[in-house]
């Protein structure tokens, strides 16, 4: 009886964790690395300004492809410095991308790849629905320098066009896509509210929520 117990137990503890690994698997290539461009300039000695004929990448953050055609959705403020950004996919694929256009009402922005050849992309299609507190959700994106992080959590609080919770965020996770426990988009990773002045990322992390999310693509038809 003891051993049947233990492998009902092994089997339970299977059927749990195979679900959530099947939802990073089959969303991980959804999200892609973000590195925005920006000129760089240069002081010359007599005081003038002067702009160099190439571009630096400058920081990281993350984005969501969305559909087939290479449009990306990030955080609104990821192009604050810069309207065109490289673009690293799970696979290995590397691409740029320009500004489309920014929400008014929250932190989001589209983005559109270019000189793809045609080439299609498995972006998300689906996008969830109102989230409830309590709610499990989880989080890939791009912090610190390591890519393709998953975090899981909890709803912990609506406010507003946002959608709080417990998930971890660092910077470089900006823009990282938030799914719910069906593997449905439902919010995009805009800020971390945290009581420290230090460095601790320790609090609840801010992303646009879903309504957001449906408004914002409404108005490009995607």
């Known amino acids: 009886m003891k051993k049947l117990l233990i492998l009902l137990g092994l089997f339970a503890a299977l059927f749990i964790l ?42 990281h953050g993350s984005g969501v492809l969305i559909g087939s055609e290479g449009y990306i959705l990030t955080a609104g403020h990821m192009v604050n410095n810069s309207r065109l950004m490289h673009v690293k996919t799970h696979s290995g694929r590397e691409y740029r991308a320009t500004f489309v256009g920014r929400y008014s009402k929250g932190d989001l922005a589209l983005l559109k790849i270019v000189n793809t050849k045609d080439e299609g992309f498995n972006g998300v299609n689906f996008l969830g629905w109102k989230v409830m507190i309590g709610d499990q959700v989880f989080h890939i994106g791009n912090p610190m320098n390591i890519s393709w992080i998953f975090t899981e959590g909890r709803v912990s609080q609506m406010t507003g066009r946002y959608t709080l ?9 900006s823009g990282g896509a938030l799914y719910n426990r069906y593997g449905f988009l439902i919010g995009i990773c805009s800020a971390l509210q945290t009581p420290s002045i230090f460095p601790a990322f320790a609090g609840h992390s801010i992303f646009v929520d879903v309504e957001g999310i449906k408004n914002f693509l409404a108005g490009w038809n995607i």
């Open 18 to 59: 195979v679900p959530y690994q099947l939802l990073y698997l089959l969303h991980r290539d959804d999200v892609v690395l973000l590195e925005p461009y920006m000129s760089i300039h240069m002081d010359t000695l007599f005081g003038q300004r002067i702009d160099l004929p190439f571009d630096h990448i400058y920081g």
């Open 165 to 173: 919770s417990t998930t971890v965020v660092n910077p470089g996770s």
